[in-house]
């Protein structure tokens, strides 16, 4: 069993619509949280971090952890076409500069105009 | 400030080649990683270093080797391309002790070996 589990997709949805994508995790020793944005033929982009459980906003974007059931969770609010991408989430035990991330196998993405 | 980059963008291999795979980070950050991607698998730590003069292998370092040039430079060697090792290869950097551990990624380099 791979430590952090991803749907891997594809999902199309209109625009505008709220897109919901979501990650478990088995290991409970997790305690940093990220969501990472990766378009076609370019390398991962930093989205969203969190610690812990709770949510965080930016902008359209909200993260949600629910450490209670180890679920994950990205919601995009009125989707457009540039948030067409493949989304990964990814954990860390710390949050030190050397820590080591685990990530999921990724979401495709198709923000349908 | 150009962040990552990364050496060649694209290679085609034949099985037995040898080849490096060049890393720069200008984000003076003390951490680099090496990934690779495949369908299906997600990224996949090969070997990271945690500061200069020190590496240590991720989940799939075998039939690679690194080198932590300098504080800069990562560099990722395969002695003996296999067809298995056909995949795109990310090189990240990650920076200061105590801080959130964000990896910068570079635009990555598709191998293929034949």
């Known amino acids: 069993q791979k430590e952090v589990e991803q749907d891997p997709g594809p999902l199309s949805v209109p625009e505008g619509a709220i897109v919901s994508l979501n990650c478990t995790y088995s290991?409970?020793?997790?305690?940093?949280f990220m969501w990472y944005r990766q378009y076609s033929r370019k390398g991962p982009e930093l989205l969203m971090y969190?610690?812990?459980?709770g949510n965080k906003e930016d902008g359209r974007f909200t993260a949600q952890v629910d450490k209670s059931s180890k679920y994950i969770s990205l919601f995009i609010r009125d989707s457009q076409p540039s948030d067409s991408a493949t989304y990964l989430c990814a954990t860390s035990i710390s949050n030190f500069g050397n820590e080591k991330l685990t990530f999921g196998t990724g979401t495709r993405l198709t923000i349908i105009p | 400030n150009a962040g990552v980059t990364q050496t060649p963008k694209f290679q085609v291999l034949k099985t037995g080649q040898s080849m490096t795979l060049q890393c720069a980070q200008d984000?003076?950050?003390?951490?680099m990683y090496w990934y690779r991607q495949d369908p299906g698998m997600g990224l996949r730590l090969i070997y990271y270093?945690?500061?200069?003069?020190?590496?240590d292998k991720g989940e799939v370092p075998n039939g690679y080797n690194v080198s932590r040039l300098n504080k800069r430079e990562f560099s990722l060697r395969l002695e003996s391309a296999a067809p298995s090792q056909t995949s795109v290869y990310f090189c990240?950097?990650?920076?200061?002790?105590?801080?959130?551990?964000?990896?910068?990624f570079g635009p990555g380099t598709r191998l293929t070996v034949l």
């Open positions: 984000m003076n950050h003390n951490s």
């Open positions: 969190t610690y812990s459980s």
């Open positions: 290991n409970s020793a997790f305690q940093y």
């Open positions: 270093s945690a500061s200069e003069g020190t590496t």
């Open positions: 990240a950097s990650s920076g200061e002790t105590g801080y959130t551990d964000t990896q910068y």
